[in-house]
């Protein structure tokens, strides 16, 4: 792996929720947990919590243990006149300062002084977000130059290494050597 360090790259907000619901609380810090998720989110275990995951194969690893988004993206959607704060699309870190869309797959995010994810592919964003907000599914995607779709919901990840992660802290990005895999969809 190579180490790759992106200029005031950091946690914004963290966000954890008991029950599935589209939205998660903003939080005073997050606790990750090796192989199982976020301590407290509905989202956390080692197999799919999804529910349109569970009902198809409950069995399948969980891949999309941790959301990360960036706020980037509630200032392109603030252009299309969307209002999103931090924990609203479901996140549970919400970053600035990294391109999570361009990472390839299994680059490792350092958060704080502990904790470390490994990120699994992209959030395919769904109809939840047109019923959190009208219109919203079509801000959050686009096309690409060469007319694939283009999914700007975040990225999903599991945990490596626990620790607490608090908004402020620093992250640090671990890409993997070798040639780069794309990200796709989890």
Not at 58 to 66: A, D, E, G, I, K
Not at 93 to 120: I, N, Q
């Amino acid at each position: 792996m190579t180490e790759h360090q992106e200029d005031h790259a950091a946690v914004v907000s963290v966000s954890r929720d008991t029950d599935h619901r589209f939205s998660k609380p903003v939080v005073d810090e997050v606790v990750l947990v090796a192989g199982w998720g976020i301590e407290g989110d509905a989202h956390a275990g080692t197999t799919v919590q999804h529910r349109s995951r569970v009902a198809r194969d409950p069995s399948q690893p969980n891949l999309r243990q941790v959301h990360l988004l960036h706020t980037e993206l509630f200032d392109e959607v603030a252009e299309a006149g969307y209002e999103v704060a931090p924990g609203q699309m479901g996140e549970n870190v919400t970053t600035r300062g990294v391109d999570l869309l361009r990472l390839p797959t299994d680059t490792l995010l350092h958060l704080g002084d502990d904790a470390c994810v490994r990120v699994t592919g992209l959030r395919n964003p769904c109809q939840q977000i047109n019923d959190f907000e009208p219109g919203l599914l079509r801000a959050v995607l686009g096309r690409a130059e060469d007319g694939s779709v283009e999914r700007k919901g975040g990225v999903m990840a599991v945990v490596v290494t626990g620790g607490v992660v608090h908004p402020g802290d620093r992250i640090r990005v671990e890409v993997p050597a070798g040639t780069p895999e794309p990200l796709r969809p989890v």
